[in-house]
């Protein structure tokens, strides 16, 4: 599965973006997909992920700021990001996992077993 990651930028802390995960010529609706991030010098971090039947699970550090949602009908997945922190500057990454098997889906929500990859956003939050 090919996956575009778009929406990346420069934003003042307490703004707001979104970021886009497309999936040209690809059907996304079996497929649980989720957000990562990498900010310098850190590992990649588990972020958000929604699962093929439309469960959510955003991680602490996002949670109440981030919401992931989906359109199956537009094969895109998206992260609403708001109340922007200097600390979630990183290059963000969109996955997905295409088993709907029932081990698969709450490893993927867990953010583990991810096949297929995006190229990152860079997103930049000033203070």
């Known amino acids: 599965v090919q996956l575009q990651a778009s929406g990346g930028g420069l934003v003042q802390a307490g703004g707001s973006l979104r970021l886009d995960c497309a999936a040209p010529g690809r059907t996304i609706s079996s497929l649980t997909m989720a957000w990562f991030r990498r900010a310098p010098e850190k590992e990649r971090e588990f972020v958000a992920a929604i699962s093929w039947s439309g469960r959510t699970y955003i991680s602490d550090p996002a949670k109440g700021r981030f919401t992931i949602s989906r359109d199956n009908a537009k094969n895109t997945m998206y992260l609403l990001m708001n109340s922007l922190k200097p600390e979630d500057t990183a290059v963000y990454y969109c996955?997905?996992?295409?088993?709907?098997?029932?081990?698969?889906?709450?490893?993927?929500?867990?953010?583990?077993?991810?096949?297929?990859w995006g190229q990152g956003t860079q997103v930049t939050v000033s203070s």
């Open positions: 996955a997905a996992i295409g088993s709907t098997g029932t081990l698969a889906t709450a490893q993927a929500m867990r953010g583990r077993g991810y096949d297929n």
